[in-house]
């Protein structure tokens, strides 16, 4: 069975920083493409950043150039770096990963609360 476990989360002022991680843990082949997504109260769950295995990033247009995406490939981990928070980017933020197991799937972590007071 493969897990995500998020952390990082908390409150931070507006105009603060915070680093999300997210570790995979499990039987799995490989893991394929990583990333972030979010959800806010009354909202759907929108995408934020993700991360190919050989590093391309793409990012939401509401947090580029505050947001950064990485991986660790050794430690099955992926990060995201959020500087200059805003409040509207109060959310439960959630990891996802696409490993391969027989076939390639899909798996989320349970969430971390970020939310940022102004």
């Known amino acids: 069975q493969v897990q995500l476990v998020e952390s990082g989360g908390g409150l931070v002022q507006s105009g603060g920083s915070l680093r999300l991680s997210c570790v995979v843990s499990?039987?799995?082949?490989?893991?394929?493409?990583m990333g972030w997504y979010r959800q806010a109260p009354g909202n759907e769950r929108e995408l934020v950043a993700a991360?190919?295995?050989?590093?391309?990033?793409n990012y939401a247009d509401s947090v580029k150039g505050r947001f950064t995406i990485s991986r660790d490939n050794a430690k099955n981990t992926v990060y995201l770096q959020m500087n200059s928070l805003k409040p509207e980017d109060t959310a439960v933020y959630y990891c996802?990963?696409?490993?391969?197991?027989?076939?390639?799937?899909?798996?989320w972590g349970q969430g971390t609360q970020v939310t940022v007071s102004s």
């Open positions: 991360i190919t295995s050989g590093g391309s990033a």
């Open positions: 996802s990963a696409q490993v391969t197991l027989i076939s390639k799937v899909d798996v």
């Open positions: 499990g039987r799995f082949v490989r893991i394929n493409a």
